[in-house]
């Protein structure tokens, strides 16, 4: 039991340990890590201070114009739509591939091996191309003679490849198979050229020189620079260390507040804590012994052994348990690291090749050693030879300190059970919850290749089919509208007052392919010629506006004035994270990137996805057929929450195991000192179970005593976590109830075992006296 306490607790903590090895190494490995930062914007506006990534299309380059101490700056933008591919072919080798366009100092700045090419001039040329070493071999076969060639993009224009670069590590937050030029982006976006528009990254490398603080001093109000300020609307540039970004990515009130770093700091408590309870079972159980051992440390000392003597040879059996636990557990860590990765969407392997590993390892097991062997030893080796060998000896004086030991254990069982139900109700609630539109039977498909020009056709043949309902487009897609803008104008409109609209671009039909709920108005529609210059909004953006009744009113997004023909109930177009946002909607059917929505009848899903791909197959033949759920798309934006939670409910499970193991072994101490007390009420007529309550009654004291403890704890954590939602659950008085319930219960069946031995024994046996 020993050997097997410690051998979960050793298993888990390396499991975990390699989780957050791998999470503090991302985006850590490029040369000029130290002088590389993410450009980021606090805006002051309607009350309000918000803190985005999104920002400027020409913020990158007029940075390095004007602010001599940047060396390099590029920016970063999608090429499709986020989550979506991107088509190429070459001689009717047809794939999808990801990827981005940045700037021409991107390949300076980051450390992405350029195997062929130069890597500064790559990217200048229009319609020039960086590919991967892997996308490089599958549309010609080899990555040397590449450069130079050409490679069909969407099956609209041609591409040369500029470069090859070594295909992205899994430790970069930042995956793609090829990189497009920024002035391609510019020439085919015209609203990058308005300074109120964002939604691209900006990086900069700091020349070597340069001074961090003083960059940020300077770019602090460079946006002025571009566009009007006033005292109701301020926009402030700030730096974040690249390395940090993937780990620090949430904001609150602007700034920088946490991220994946807190579960990255959740599990590295969860790993120390995993590994002292193990260390804690040890020495209960060998506490619960040292009943049976008690003779022979009399007998030892009686004959001239030392304590020292003592304290080494305890030491050594320590030691030993641990190497044998340390061996099972790096087995059992082997056997379950590949559902570990399953979990995590990791590719992690034990580096059993690399010394550090083994180095990391050794201290592991010497402090394991240690710590598990440090109680017994010192306890054990006190014992005076005099009183054990008289029988007269007590092992009570250090009663408290184990029976604290237990407390602490079911008091982290209880905070991890709390926790896990917490965890489990709120990503229920995110998955149940109603986010304004209906998420069922819904279809998106990528706007690519002769989609573009063939969309109504597309739309036409579809709403035909009986399987399908309707057919609509969008810019992005329902789970991602990032693009912002706030040059809004209304009539009454406060000329100081400045709103940021999230806004979006869609075609027709699009309230009733999502079958959003309409609160006053109506749909685009065909029946008006004069919707082409019409707007929708959300409930959060009329009332931003001050319309009672919002129909009817004009308002001017740039320079575009057109009437608001309908107000939508909100509807929740980013994470739960977030509030929902004003939201302003024009009608562009000839948008030419984006997703195709598509409403399929119930239960006839796979009639409709054939039809779908018949249909793309005839009129974008040259494109593979893509689609994607609307519910697994959903689920993306939850991906951190669903790992953590998975990972939750694993190790609360390790750790009751293991804190039962404790009990047991408390259990059986008690048990074994208790055995004459035992039989003498059974020949005074107790019954066994009146003598399994009197064993077990102590212990459920120590649980509840660590329910009391951990409830408040389990409440502050929870509470803490549920704060980064702006959308949550109530933490119910039940879940406490339901883990304490569930703590006694365990315990109850734990100790229960050892209380019915102790119990059915033949009081003969037990009073009798060698």
């Not at 020495?283 to 052994?305: C, D, F, H, V, W």
């Not at 709920?517 to 959060?540: H, I, P, V």
């Not at 077990?696 to 649980?703: P, T």
Request: charged share 20%; hydrophobic share 45%; glycine share 8%.
């Amino acid at each position: 039991m020993n050997i097997a306490g410690l051998a979960l607790g050793i298993s888990c903590a390396l499991l975990i340990l390699l989780w957050v090895q791998d999470e503090l190494s991302v985006d850590r490995f490029h040369a000029n890590d130290g002088r590389l930062y993410q450009v980021y914007q606090r805006s002051y506006y309607d009350g309000k201070i918000v803190g985005a990534y999104h920002t400027q299309g020409l913020l990158a380059s007029e940075l390095k114009k004007n602010i001599p101490e940047i060396e390099y700056a590029s920016g970063m933008e999608y090429v499709a739509a986020p989550g979506t591919s991107s088509t190429f072919s070459v001689d009717g080798n047809i794939n999808k591939m990801t990827g981005f366009f940045v700037g021409a100092d991107f390949l300076s700045m980051f450390s992405y091996r350029v195997l062929h090419g130069d890597k500064q001039s790559a990217l200048t040329l229009p319609n020039s191309i960086a590919i991967s070493q892997q996308m490089a071999e599958n549309f010609f076969g080899t990555i040397t003679n590449v450069v130079g060639k050409t490679i069909r993009f969407e099956n609209k224009k041609d591409l040369q490849v500029t470069a090859v670069f070594e295909d992205i590590p899994t430790q970069s937050s930042q995956q793609f198979d090829f990189l497009m030029g920024w002035g391609d982006f510019v020439s085919e976006n015209a609203w990058v050229n308005n300074w109120g528009n964002t939604s691209p990254a900006t990086f900069v490398q700091l020349r070597a020189d340069a001074s961090r603080e003083q960059v940020a001093s300077k770019i602090k109000d460079f946006v002025h620079n571009y566009r009007d300020q006033s005292e109701s609307f301020r926009t402030e540039l700030a730096l974040q260390p690249y390395g940090e970004r993937y780990l620090h990515s949430s904001f609150k009130d602007g700034h920088i507040a946490g991220g994946r770093i807190e579960y990255v700091r959740l599990f590295s408590w969860v790993a120390a804590f995993v590994l002292l309870i193990a260390c804690i079972n040890f020495m209960n159980l060998a506490t619960a012994r040292s009943a049976k051992r008690a003779k022979e440390i009399g007998l030892r000392k009686t004959i001239g052994a030392s304590r020292l003597s003592l304290i080494r040879q305890f030491y050594m059996e320590a030691f030993l348990l641990t190497a044998c636990a340390f061996l099972v557990g790096l087995v059992l860590a082997f056997c379950l690291l590949p559902l570990f990765n399953q979990f995590t969407g990791k590719a992690l392997t034990l580096p059993l090749a690399e010394l550090g590993f083994w180095g990391a390892a050794l201290a592991l097991f010497m402090g394991i050693g240690l710590v598990a062997g440090s109680y017994p030893a010192l306890f054990l080796s006190s014992m005076r030879p005099i009183q054990v060998l008289k029988n007269n000896h007590s092992l009570g004086g250090a009663v408290f300190l184990r029976k604290g030991l237990v407390v602490f254990q079911f008091a982290l069982s209880v905070l991890l059970i709390v926790g896990m139900l917490v965890i489990y109700r709120q990503l229920n609630y995110i998955q149940t919850t109603h986010v304004g539109y209906d998420r069922e039977n819904l279809v998106y498909i990528p706007i690519e290749g002769d989609l573009v020009k063939n969309y109504q056709a597309f739309k036409a043949e579809a709403e035909n089919r009986p399987e399908i309902l309707s057919v609509s487009k969008m810019r992005n897609s329902p789970t991602f509208i990032e693009h912002h803008v706030d040059g809004i104008a209304w009539p009454g409109k406060d000329p100081n007052l400045t709103v940021s609209f999230a806004d979006a671009v869609v075609g027709y039909d699009f309230v009733e392919t999502l079958r959003l709920q309409l609160k006053e108005g109506r749909d685009f529609s065909r029946a008006f010629g004069a919707d082409s210059a019409a707007y929708l909004l959300n409930e959060t953006a009329a009332a931003r506006m001050g319309f009672e009744s919002a129909i009817g009113q004009t308002v001017d997004w740039g320079n575009r004035p057109g009437e608001i023909i309908g107000v939508l109930r909100d509807f929740h177009f980013t994470s739960f994270h977030q509030t929902i946002e004003p939201l302003i909607i024009r009608l562009d059917e000839n948008w030419s990137w984006g997703t195709i929505l598509v409403r399929t009848k119930a239960g006839r899903t796979k009639e409709a996805i054939a039809t779908l791909e018949q249909l793309c197959k005839t009129l974008n033949p040259k494109t593979p057929f893509s689609y994607q759920f609307s519910d697994l798309e959903f689920a993306k934006l939850y991906k951190n929450e669903a790992i953590v939670g998975k990972l939750s409910y694993s190790f609360a499970l390790f750790a009751i195991l293991i804190s039962c193991l404790g009990l047991f072994g408390l259990a059986a101490f008690t048990a074994e000192q208790r055995t004459k007390e035992v039989g003498i009420r059974k020949v005074l007529g107790a019954s066994v179970g009146n003598v399994v309550a009197l064993l077990s009654k102590d212990f459920v004291k120590l649980v509840l005593v660590a329910i009391a403890i951990a409830c408040p704890l389990a409440w502050w954590a929870m509470d803490s976590w549920l704060a980064g939602f702006a959308y949550r659950i109530n933490i119910e008085w039940w879940i406490f109830a339901l883990a304490g319930v569930a703590a006694v219960t365990i315990a109850l069946m734990t100790v229960s075992f050892q209380a019915i031995r102790a119990a059915i024994v033949n009081p003969v046996e037990s009073l009798r006296d060698e």
